[in-house]
């Protein structure tokens, strides 16, 4: 596996690149598929929890990761994290040959804040990912707390167009800082643009449970539910239906 860290054009913003091997011993893996992961954090920082333990759940499901640390604490945060994360993009497409990875199987998966941008990627950006996937992503505009969410940053479900990628969505009931009508309305915005999704809501579990396991599990909390965990198989499958 080859490792990288490359600087983007906005000061501390960087993209870490986990790029497995490529092998013509295995039917699938030739070239690989890839995600490029946006960590949560309200704007204001990227979650550790939903970075590198994320990107290690995709190699392991023989996907190429990468993981954006993207502009934060600023008025116009978000057309500053727009920028990176479509720069992000890009230079993964244009280093397709050289990472071996396939330039039209991208994915953009977000938790939190890091849901709103990566959806935004997707329902705004110059350049599109080619797969969505939203872990109890603040949407905005549905009862987001300022703890989830930096102010002034977009409403995205009503600009959910046809050029929006299938989309994955998880999220708990009980969430008390992003609620579920945020998922839901972004999912009923997908569904009238005719973008095919696979939404889970699971009944229990607060905020912010990444793996949900002990591995991302928040330090002084449980962080370990094992039916929200169930997320992880059920977006590889989903990835595997599209891309392998």
């Known amino acids: 596996m080859r490792n990288e860290i490359i600087r983007l054009t906005h000061e501390n913003v960087t993209l870490t690149a986990y790029i497995l091997d490529s092998s013509r011993e295995m039917k699938y893996f030739e070239k690989r598929p890839s995600v490029l992961i946006c960590p949560g954090g309200a704007y204001k920082f990227c979650s ?6 994320i990107a290690m759940a995709f190699l392991s499901m023989g996907f190429s990761a990468f993981v954006l640390r993207y502009t934060l604490n ?17 230079l993964i497409r244009a280093r397709a ?11 953009v998966c977000g938790f939190s804040a890091g849901g709103h941008l990566a959806a935004g990627l997707a329902t705004l950006g110059k350049i599109r ?7 109890y992503p603040c949407i905005s505009g549905y009862g987001c707390s300022d703890k989830v969410l930096y ?26 800082s992003v609620p579920i009508d945020s998922s839901l309305s972004f999912a009923k915005a997908l569904n009238k643009n005719g973008i095919s999704f696979e939404l889970h809501i699971f009944s229990d579990g607060p905020h912010g449970l990444a793996m949900s396991n002990p591995v991302t599990a928040e330090k002084n909390s449980n962080g370990d ?5 169930k997320w992880v198989p ?11």
Request: hydrophobic share 35%.
């Open 48 to 53: 550790d929890r939903e970075a590198e333990p």
């Open 74 to 90: 600023c008025d116009d945060v978000f057309e500053k994290a727009l920028f990176d994360a479509e720069e992000a993009l890009t």
């Open 97 to 107: 040959d050289e990472y071996n990875l396939i330039p039209d199987k991208i994915a």
């Open 129 to 135: 990912p080619d797969a969505l996937i939203l872990g």
């Open 151 to 176: 102010s002034n940053v977009p409403t995205l479900d009503d600009k959910v167009n046809s050029e929006n990628p299938p989309t994955f969505i998880f999220s708990t009931c009980s969430d008390s």
């Open 225 to 229: 539910n094992r039916d929200v965990a």
């Open 234 to 244: 059920m977006c590889q499958s989903w990835l595997y239906r599209r891309f392998i």
